[in-house]
């Protein structure tokens, strides 16, 4: 009975600890992406939020792409990369969605790259290093929401990509703050996720 309530007050113990852990990863990851750390780059790169059935942007993707539409007019980089591929039962790939949104915009077409092969963040920063390598380009600026900043620069920077990075509540406004609450902690277990999986 002695060693039933040791072992249950360290399965208590280590839940607590997970919890804080989890707690603080999500406010940290959070004040993280509050702050623009823009700089001039090769490239902005857009990360890839999803696509409507009719093929545009979902509404996250619309709002990194009018931010690094800023960003491109502010003279940030000479080029764009769109990131994302397809979504289960939508006819368009996120890349190319967010392509064509650009070029409504008035983007000229030798400053559109896109990719339409990745399923998710560390996707995204392969084959983008891949078109950048192949170009002979470092700088990529990062473009997304917030909370997945933190991460995906992680993930860039894997690759010995040079990165900064801008949210683009700074050009679109705030998310709700259900999705920001429910995406922080979501982020904070990806990330702890990730750099398990290099360990192993």
Request: aromatic residues 10%; proline residues 4%.
């Amino acid at each position: 009975m002695r060693k039933r309530g040791i072992l249950k007050s360290l399965l208590l113990l280590m839940s607590g600890a997970a919890l804080l852990t989890l707690l603080i990863g999500a406010i940290f990851i959070h004040s993280y992406g509050q702050v623009d750390r823009a700089a001039p780059a090769d490239a902005i790169v857009i990360l890839g939020a999803g696509t409507r059935h009719d093929g545009t942007p979902s509404y996250s993707y619309a709002r990194r792409i009018r931010h690094a539409l800023a960003l491109y007019a502010q003279g940030y980089a000479p080029r764009l990369i769109c990131t994302g591929g397809y979504t289960q039962r939508h006819p368009v790939s996120e890349g190319e969605a967010c392509a064509e949104m650009l070029r409504a915009h008035g983007v000229p077409e030798r400053a559109i790259l896109y990719e339409s092969r990745s399923r998710n963040t560390e996707e995204n920063a392969l084959y983008t290093y891949q078109i950048m390598a192949a170009n002979g380009w470092q700088r990529a600026l990062l473009v997304s929401d917030g909370y997945h900043l933190f991460r995906a620069e992680a993930m860039f920077r894997a690759h010995g990509l040079t990165v900064s990075s801008s949210p683009a509540q700074l050009s679109s406004g705030a998310l709700p703050w259900q999705s920001v609450i429910r995406n922080m902690f979501r982020e904070t277990a990806a990330f702890i996720w990730w750099q398990v999986r290099r360990l192993i």
